[in-house]
């Protein structure tokens, strides 16, 4: 099974201003032609996943433009990069590459 | 526009049983798959696994192999899944999910001794 780590589990951030979490996998999730399996969602409080960030780096639909994904192989950022305060909630990264899929155990994000 | 309906919270005896049911509309059913993922309260996300919805072929995560079982009814656009021998660990709401892009609203499901 892969394994997805994150770092911060949590996170203090003034609006306006940038965040950043990093995701990590036990192995690479680049399957051979070329995609990665690399999603990012956003769970507001009370509410289901929304998927924000699909194969690493593509926002879905109507997903705002300050959130943006990188990185490759086995490592994953989510940027935002002016939070704001409907931002707010538990973000996961997840891996689609291999059976079990796996989810990461969450970055929880507050303003302050 | 893709909606997940799902069915509403259950309240079960330890060593019974749930189906939870997600009516899909918006899209042709049989052209994606459907995940089921799991919360326990104040947890993260657990997926349990998925159903191809085209030939009802299932995989199942081991934590849940013998107990759970998804199905589907293509003529409704409706999947199922349901959760034998309950224990008190499996009170958490379930969300069903289009893949893993558009996801049902949850329904919880408490199991009491």
């Known amino acids: 099974e892969i394994v997805m780590t994150q770092t911060p589990l949590s996170l203090s951030v003034t609006p306006g201003q940038p965040a950043s979490i990093s995701c990590k996998s036990s192995q690479s999730l680049l399957q051979s032609d070329g995609k990665t399996f690399l999603y990012w969602y956003l769970q507001k409080p009370g509410q289901p996943p929304q998927l924000l960030i699909y194969?690493?780096?593509n926002p879905f639909s109507g997903v705002p433009h300050r959130f943006s994904g990188s990185g490759s192989g086995t490592d994953f950022t989510l940027k935002i990069s002016r939070v704001e305060a409907e931002d707010v909630g538990v973000y996961y990264c997840?891996?689609?590459?291999?059976?079990?899929?796996?989810f990461g155990p969450g970055t929880k994000v507050e303003i302050k | 526009q893709v909606q997940l309906v799902q069915s509403g919270p259950e309240v079960k005896r330890s060593g019974a049983s749930v189906k939870v049911s997600c009516k899909a509309s918006g899209y042709n059913f049989v052209s994606y798959g459907i995940s089921w993922v799991r919360q326990a309260p104040g947890q993260g996300l657990q997926w349990m696994g998925w159903?191809?919805?085209?030939?009802?072929?299932?995989y199942y995560t081991e934590k849940y192999q013998g107990r759970i079982t998804m199905t589907t009814d293509t003529s409704t656009s409706t999947a199922y899944m349901e959760l034998r021998s309950l224990r008190s660990d499996d009170t958490a709401v379930y969300y069903c999910?289009?893949?893993?892009?558009?996801w049902g609203q949850g329904t919880l499901v408490t199991v009491s001794s």
């Open positions: 999910a289009r893949v893993i892009s558009f």
């Open positions: 194969e690493v780096s």
């Open positions: 997840m891996q689609t590459l291999q059976l079990p899929w796996t």
């Open positions: 159903i191809n919805t085209s030939n009802g072929n299932t």
